[in-house]
Nanobody, 124 residues
C-alpha cells in the first residue's frame, strides 16, 4: 500500500520561499514517477514538477521554471519541492502524487497515488 504524506505548506509574502516535503511509504523500487501538482480555486489541477525516481529526469511547468526545484532523497523516502520567488498566482493546494512506470504523463488521472495536500498562500 503506497502512502504519501505532504508537509511544509504555509503563508508567505510574494518573493518568499517555501519547501514542501512528501514522505512516502510502500514504494519499493525506482520505477516510479513522482510529482507535485497544484490546484487553485476555480482551476484544474495541474502538474508543477515531476521526477522519474529511476533517473534524474525532471519536468517543470513553464510557470515555475527557474523558481521551483524538485528533488528526491531515496534514503529518506522523500520528495521535495523548493519554491523560491513565490508569486500570488502560486497560491494553491499542492499535492504529491506517484505513478508506477517510466512513461511521463502530466495528467492527474495517470497518477494513482495521492497525498492529502498542503496549502500554500502567497500574499502580495
Amino acid at each position: 500500500q503506497v502512502q504519501l504524506v505532504e508537509s511544509g505548506g504555509g503563508s508567505v509574502q510574494a518573493g518568499g520561499s517555501l519547501r514542501l516535503a512528501c514522505g512516502y511509504f510502500g514504494i519499493s523500487n525506482s520505477n516510479y514517477y513522482m510529482g507535485w501538482f497544484r490546484e487553485a480555486p476555480g482551476k484544474e489541477r495541474e502538474l508543477v514538477a515531476s521526477r522519474y525516481i529511476g533517473s534524474r529526469n525532471t519536468t517543470y511547468a513553464d510557470s515555475v521554471k527557474g523558481r521551483f526545484t524538485i528533488s528526491h532523497d531515496g534514503a529518506k523516502n522523500s520528495l521535495y519541492l523548493q519554491m523560491n520567488n513565490l508569486k500570488p498566482e502560486d497560491t494553491a493546494v499542492y499535492y504529491c502524487a506517484a505513478r508506477f512506470g517510466f512513461i511521463f504523463s502530466s495528467q492527474p488521472s495517470a497518477f494513482r497515488y495521492w497525498g492529502q495536500g498542503t496549502r500554500v498562500t502567497v500574499s502580495s
